[in-house]
């Protein structure tokens, strides 16, 4: 493999980890933004029961998240919508909450759309008249009034989440928002984002440097020969003269004939 081949190809493969960092990095700061919350949004939520309660949550293993991110929060704000009954709403033991509602009517929202936003309930009847739920002692957060507003930190458990009307009655209609919080999820984007941007620079530079080299030719590394050049090496001609060596008569000059003495 040739080294624009591996240029090309590794810039490409860092272009596009890069890009796909950045983006996760910039949807963490628009999902969360500087306040590190997720929000719902105000949702209109009724029942014609007397308890509108959320499905059982349970939540494990929360002591690594906050060891890593710090304390997770869930917000919770209610106000009355319609009947103009002060609301009540509280998170409580899935166990403690089922003990209290027996026999009530209620409605138990068994799954939830945000885009449109949308619960599915499922209804259970009842006839009995449950005491007010703020004498309730089990309740691990709870707010009421005309703006319920709460803030519990998530722990380990199995919960529900219950609004209701302060005096028990039915039925409910309130507007609410929840929000959670997880702290530094702003800055985790931002350096996600950044880092992606980083990377993907790095990318195109090793893309642009790996389509710019030449590639490498077949004979790059053989001698280079003119085309009027004899690639042999020359022989002596068998017709050229040899160079008569100092002192050696040549071979074309006859040697002088003896001479007799007298």
Do not use: C
Not at 14 to 36: E, K, P, R
Not at 84 to 95: E, S, V
Not at 162 to 168: C, K
């Amino acid at each position: 493999m040739t080294k624009r081949v591996v240029l090309i190809v590794l810039g490409a493969v860092l272009l596009a980890l890069g890009g796909v960092t950045a983006i996760g990095g910039g949807a963490l700061m628009a999902l969360f933004g500087s306040s590190d919350t997720v929000s719902s949004g105000v949702q209109q939520v009724s029942t014609p029961t007397r308890a509108l309660v959320s499905e059982v949550a349970a939540i494990q293993d929360t002591t690594g998240v906050q060891t890593v991110f710090g304390n997770v929060r869930l917000h919770i704000t209610a106000t009355p919508a319609g009947t103009g009954h002060p609301i009540f709403i509280g998170i409580g033991p899935a166990a403690a909450v089922d003990r209290y509602l027996n026999g009530v009517s209620r409605d138990v929202a068994t799954d939830v759309t945000f885009s449109p936003f949308h619960l599915t309930l499922a209804h259970h009847p009842g006839v009995a008249r449950p005491a007010p739920p703020g004498s309730q002692p089990f309740w691990v957060a709870h707010a009421s009034g005309t703006r319920a507003t709460l803030s519990w930190t998530v722990t380990d458990g199995s919960y529900r989440i219950v609004a209701m009307n302060t005096d028990g009655t039915a039925p409910v209609s309130t507007n609410v928002q929840l929000g959670l919080t997880i702290p530094h999820m702003f800055a985790i984007g931002a350096g996600l984002l950044s880092g992606g941007i980083v990377v993907m620079l790095l990318g195109g530079l090793l893309l642009v440097l790996g389509v710019r080299a030449q590639p490498r030719s077949p004979g790059a590394d053989s001698p280079h020969w003119g085309p009027d050049q004899a690639r042999s090496t020359p022989h002596p001609s068998p017709h050229a003269g040899q160079v008569p060596r100092l002192g050696t008569p040549a071979h074309d000059t006859p040697a002088p004939a003896p001479t007799a003495d007298p």
